[in-house]
């Protein structure tokens, strides 16, 4: 499995931004896939996690109301839309994919920098 994500970039606090991860290869294996993140100096936390066959979510507490995480398998991707940002979200974020439930999240792509400015 090969993960890509996309859409980071720069936005004002307060602001929304949406963040893509493609997924090609055996996408078929896919349990679920998450976001991580790692800010400078910090690290690499969990921001929420999806079920690829049955769309289950759950969120780190610090997001939860203002994060969406989001799946089209038909487009064998996975969708982070992030609202209400705050300076403290600033960091590279990582999708990665399990494939199985007791498999760990191995597969990772590259990382895409969302900067919050205040």
């Known amino acids: 499995v090969q993960l890509q994500a996309s859409g980071g970039g720069l936005v004002q606090s307060g602001g929304s931004l949406r963040l893509s991860c493609a997924a090609s290869?055996?996408?078929?294996?896919?349990?679920?896939m998450a976001w991580f993140r790692q800010a400078p100096g910090k690290d690499r936390e969990s921001v929420g996690s999806?079920?690829?066959?049955?769309?289950?979510?759950n969120y780190q507490d610090s997001v939860k109301g203002r994060f969406t995480i989001s799946r089209d398998r038909a487009k064998n991707t996975m969708y982070l839309q992030m609202n209400s940002l705050k300076d403290e979200d600033s960091a590279v974020y990582y999708c990665?994919?399990?494939?199985?439930?007791?498999?760990?999240?191995?597969?990772w792509g590259q990382g895409t920098l969302v900067t919050v400015s205040s």
């Open positions: 290869g055996r996408t078929y294996t896919i349990y679920s």
């Open positions: 999806i079920g690829w066959s049955s769309g289950w979510t």
């Open positions: 990665a994919a399990q494939l199985g439930s007791h498999a760990g999240y191995k597969y």
